[in-house]
């Protein structure tokens, strides 16, 4: 039986927006209030798209509208992008887990992409304009890929107290967490060093 379920916005620096999401295994009625409970953060949260990391789920599923219309709801599940094409456009992206923080991103015009459907269908589609930098924007969340990975030195410098605070916030709301990620990051930089 499926739980009636309510997602919060993981903020950055939260640990699982850092990570690869794993394959749904599972096309059943748990995936579809799952399914459900994203549009209904994604919409209260007024964004366009929302990938499951950003909810705390270490699963590969992205939901989407670049519309207000819910007709033009999209969910893809296990997706992946089989091919980008077209003109490379500048856009303004925000991100719900960079709240406030808008980057001019570069993307392909166009990207194809392979996913399931909620019922296990697989399907493969090409998406232009908006959806498709909606799609290669939360498939890279799923991929461990943030918006502050995307930006220009020239856009980080730009944010760079707005990103700080996000940091201060996250360190303030979660000593335990932070000081074990700063442990993990400062054994792989002394990785790095040895190497």
């Not at 059943?28 to 705390?56: C, H, I, N, W, Y």
């Not at 406030?100 to 990207?111: M, N």
């Not at 996250?170 to 990051?185: H, S």
Request: glycine share 6%; charged share 30%.
């Amino acid at each position: 039986m499926a739980r009636n379920l309510e997602f919060e916005v993981v903020l950055y620096p939260g640990p699982i927006l850092r990570k690869v999401s794993d394959p749904v295994a599972h096309f059943d009625e748990e995936l579809r209030a799952t399914v459900g409970a994203m549009f209904a953060r994604m919409r209260k949260s007024k964004g366009v798209g929302l990938a499951a990391p950003q909810v705390g789920l270490q699963q590969r599923i992205l939901v989407l509208n670049p519309s207000e219309d819910e007709k033009n709801d999209l969910v893809l599940v296990n997706p992946s992008i089989v091919a980008r094409a077209g003109e490379r456009v500048v856009f303004d992206e925000g991100c719900l887990s960079f709240p406030g923080i808008y980057a001019e991103i570069t993307r392909p015009d166009r990207c194809t992409v392979r996913a399931y459907d909620l019922s296990g269908e697989l399907t493969e589609r090409e998406y232009a304009g908006f959806a498709s930098r909606i799609i290669q924007h939360e498939y890279d969340h799923l991929e461990g890929v943030l918006l502050v990975d995307r930006m220009t030195p020239a856009e980080k410098l730009k944010h760079k107290s707005a990103l700080e605070e996000l940091v201060t916030r996250y360190k303030r709301a979660r000593p335990a967490d932070a000081a074990a990620q700063a442990a993990a990051q400062a054994a792989e930089r002394e990785a790095a060093r040895r190497e």
